[in-house]
């Protein structure tokens, strides 16, 4: 233990790969960012400590009295000559929340301003550092003349040769002379994006965003159009109101858009991947917090939307009365066009698709693997369905220099996972649409999204409610990200191990999943125990 050195322990977590792809190479530097990010940390909890203080103020004193002006009225003024109590302080936050000023003219230029001064640390920081020309902050050797081909014009000099396969990375061997390429694709040697393709895209966002905030704030009037006129003009004028006054639609409509995003990063971890020498072991323990989180977000997203259409929201239609001149009777016709009216009215023929997809996905997966099981065992494997992933292939070539091997067995496997997806979303979506009223029981609503079963009464109520079925929901949602990590694993594994042809012999049946996969690397964790000893897995046996 005398000989123990702490900094010799493996990191599996991601982050020094994060430092030393971005220049950092020393510990004083990560020091140094660490005070910094402290710095931020505590101007945030500033910020947000004056916009807490302020909030209540702008919301039921300021912004209840703003007049804009309009095309209607072009003599209203922006604050009411009435009162004269404004601060600064409540003016700088009542245009700070201004929607449109916010969103289309400071919004747009924030980001835009740091994607370019990002891709300005990795062409000055970054990519010297990879290739040998800084070290500790100095740049050892002469940059002059390449800031001069800049400074003349001479922007070809940009884009020259790229790193070649055996750079090695912090020298010059093998280093090339570009800061902004296009190569796609990702470097074999150190398994990531190349630092001038980053860098590149980023100053090709940042322009995009500041020339198109500009062009917004400029030409609204022609370019742009803000959500409150687009609802207007697509008929729904009171969707704003819904999205305002329902919490659990705002927290619905946000866990569905992180789970989204939360799965996209999951799939750049290993796609595109911009941290260089990440381990496999890192990859798959990211992916798989990614794809886990995703997966409860969009749980959560499409449960509490349940929630909203039980709690919040309340059908607004227009009685039309009209007299039967037969029957000297009237009837009274409802009317409405809000978008989760008419879902609501349709929701029968959402969920027969959903049901008809998950069901056709599910048998004929579940048929291609029975049949190559089938003839695996009667000695005949060439008789087995094997069907090629053609259009997935050709955009692969399309869109990246290196190919990752995909044959069969990924193409079942992913018809299984979206029979998992579509199950999944068909019992979420029907407890949803269901969560008011069902022909069983059409005041479903008066009790709550959750209830006990009450036996026979009304011709069975048990697992009808939407907490009941957001619970076998999570249970399919659970089944799924089980083949998805388990064939992310195996497909890896047998790609770092570079022994990819018994992955694509044996995925095409299930006796193969469970022989050369889950019996086979589980040797270990089977033998935790054994007579003459427990080793380190012996804990989870």
């Not at 939307?305 to 409802?334: G, K, M």
Request: glycine fraction near 6%.
């Amino acid at each position: 233990m005398s000989s123990y050195d702490p900094e010799s322990d493996v990191a599996f977590s991601g982050l020094y790969n994060l430092l030393i792809t971005v220049g950092f190479t020393t510990t004083i530097e990560i020091y140094k960012l660490t005070i910094l990010l402290q710095l931020f940390a505590l101007a945030a909890g500033c910020i947000s400590l004056v916009h807490s203080v302020y909030i209540d103020s702008i919301i039921f004193y300021l912004l209840p009295r703003l007049e804009i002006a309009t095309t209607t009225s072009p003599t209203k003024t922006l604050f009411p000559t009435n009162n004269l109590s404004y601060s600064p302080m409540r003016l700088l936050l009542s245009l700070y929340d201004a929607s449109n000023l916010r969103l289309n003219f400071h919004i747009g230029p924030l980001i835009g301003l740091t994607s370019i001064l990002w891709s300005g640390h990795i062409i000055h920081k970054a990519i010297p550092v990879s290739r040998g020309i800084m070290s500790g902050g100095i740049y050892n050797v002469n940059i002059s003349s390449c800031l001069n081909q800049i400074y003349a014009g001479d922007l070809s000099s940009l884009a020259g040769t790229s790193d070649s396969d055996n750079h090695i990375w912090l020298s010059n061997l093998g280093a090339g002379s570009s800061l902004l390429s296009f190569n796609t694709g990702l470097k074999p040697d150190s398994n990531s994006l190349v630092l001038s393709d980053i860098s590149h895209h980023h100053l090709a966002i940042g322009v995009l965003l500041v020339v198109s905030s500009h062009l917004y704030s400029s030409l609204f009037s022609g370019y742009g159009h803000n959500i409150s006129k687009l609802a207007s003009a697509n008929g729904n004028p009171n969707i704003l109101k819904l999205l305002y006054s329902s919490l659990n639609l705002n927290l619905a409509l946000a866990l569905m858009g992180l789970s989204f995003l939360s799965s996209l990063v999951g799939q750049h971890t290993y796609s595109l991947l911009p941290f260089a020498f990440m381990s496999y072991s890192t990859i798959v323990a990211l992916y798989v917090h990614h794809q886990y989180i995703a997966s409860l977000f969009m749980f959560g997203g499409l449960y509490h939307l349940s929630i909203f259409l039980v709690r919040d929201y309340s059908i607004n239609t227009s009685t039309n009365t009209s007299a039967n001149s037969a029957a000297t009777s009237s009837y009274i016709s409802t009317q409405t066009d809000e978008p989760l009216y008419i879902v609501l009215k349709t929701k029968f023929q959402i969920i027969s698709h959903l049901s008809w997809v998950s069901l056709f996905t599910g048998f004929h997966t579940l048929l291609i693997y029975v049949h190559n099981d089938t003839v695996v065992a009667f000695g005949d494997p060439d008789k087995q369905i094997l069907l090629e992933p053609l259009i997935a292939l050709n955009f692969q070539r399309i869109s990246s220099n290196g190919v990752i091997g995909l044959g069969t067995g990924d193409l079942i496997v992913h018809h299984a996972f979206s029979f998992g997806i579509h199950t999944c979303v068909l019992i979420l979506i029907k407890g949803s649409l269901d969560s008011r009223s069902s022909k069983i029981m059409p005041d479903k609503m008066y009790l709550s999204n959750s209830f006990a079963c009450d036996g026979p009464t009304r011709g069975g109520t048990c697992d009808i409610s939407s907490w009941d079925s957001a619970y076998l929901a999570l249970f399919w949602v659970l089944n799924t990200d089980g083949w998805l990590m388990f064939y992310f694993h195996w497909k890896h594994l047998t790609l770092f191990e570079n022994t990819v042809f018994q992955f694509e012999e044996s995925s095409t049946y299930l006796n193969g999943w469970f022989r050369d996969y889950l019996w086979f690397n589980s040797a270990s964790l089977i033998n935790g125990y054994s007579p003459f000893r427990a080793n380190d897995l012996s804990c989870w046996a």
